[in-house]
């Protein structure tokens, strides 16, 4: 076997020297070929490309949060090598919601022991962005937007945001083109959803499957203190979704227009302001290492 480690060493304040140790012994002692590759954020792309060719490896680890694990399937997009992940950034929500074990050196062994290899969709916004698993505009990518030029990461760096921008809630128009109709509504926030949860632990829907072809589309139409009782209580029990404050689209493709432009955020990274958003699933993009206990398989 061939292994390679696509490695982003910022990610999360988090050193990854240690699980890199463990895993060069590792792979050492079972006689696995493996090379380490760092992203520095000069390339990258052009890098990975490059040595997915030369190395042609058997299977791919990517190791860091979420944007990371984005980094790395969006690289391997086109081939039919697997990836699995290894949770070490600030932000682990897609690992999560995919069954990932939260133990990195035992997610390693899961991606060179498991035979079982799920079908991952990836999202396609305005033909040159990509998403896995939650994007939105409106008020949380406000504080994402907040929260990404803090020092400070963890809940209570996202928590502060939050309250402050709860001062602030617009209200804005949205028009969704999608199933050959068209809907148009007031929200103070729209979600993207690949997955359920936020990194947070709080489930913005609970339709949504990473493995099923579609996406939903979510619009919160308000915010209040009986809105934000039940998000905090959801993060422990999904039956407080408070779905009657939302608009759920499950689709495969879709034009999204606001009436003026809005900010908008991808698995955590501030992309840039739209009024237009052309988004659609690209279905089975990416070979995902998982296991039997992964739910969306079924």
């Known amino acids: 076997m061939k292994l390679l480690f696509v490695i982003n060493p910022v990610s999360g304040d988090v050193n990854k020297e240690p699980f890199l140790n463990n895993a060069e012994l590792l792979c050492k002692k079972y006689g696995i070929a493996y ?25 791919v680890a990517s190791v860091g949060g979420d ?16 990836m699995g992940i290894i949770p070490l950034g600030s932000a ?9 074990n939260t133990n990195p050196d035992e997610a390693l062994k899961d991606i060179i022991m498991s035979n079982v290899i799920g079908s991952l969709d990836i999202l396609k916004v305005n033909t040159k962005h990509y998403a896995i698993h939650l994007g939105d505009v409106g008020l949380n990518a406000k504080i994402v937007e907040a929260y990404n030029n803090d020092e400070s990461r963890g809940f209570t760096t996202y928590a502060k945001y939050f309250i402050k921008e709860m001062g602030h ?3 804005f128009n949205v028009k969704v083109a999608a199933n050959n109709t068209v809907f148009e509504e007031k929200g103070i926030m729209l979600g ?18 990473p493995m099923d072809g579609k996406f939903e589309i979510v619009l919160v139409k308000k915010m209040d203190v009986n809105t934000v009782a039940k998000a905090g209580l959801s993060i422990f029990n999904e039956d407080f979704i408070d779905a009657e404050n939302m608009q759920v689209i499950s689709t495969e493709k879709a034009t999204i227009t606001f009436d003026e432009k809005k900010l908008l955020q991808l698995d955590g990274e501030i992309i840039g302001e739209f009024d237009t958003l052309d988004v659609e699933i690209i279905k089975s993009a990416v070979k995902l ?6 739910t969306y398989l079924s």
Not at 47 to 59: A, E, N, V, Y
Not at 73 to 81: E, Q, R, Y
Not at 92 to 100: S, V, Y
């Open 192 to 209: 993207i959803c690949n997955g359920r949860k936020y990194g947070t632990g709080m489930p913005l829907t609970s339709m949504s499957n």
């Open 289 to 294: 290492i998982t296991h039997n206990d992964n």
């Open 35 to 59: 090379h380490f590759f760092k992203t520095t954020g000069t390339n990258d792309a052009g890098q990975l490309s490059t040595l997915l060719q030369d190395f042609k490896p058997d299977r």
């Open 169 to 171: 809630v617009e209200v």
């Open 92 to 100: 682990n929500g897609l690992a999560e919601e995919l069954f990932t």
């Open 67 to 82: 944007g990371t694990t984005l980094f790395t399937a969006v690289g391997l997009l086109g081939t039919a090598i697997p």
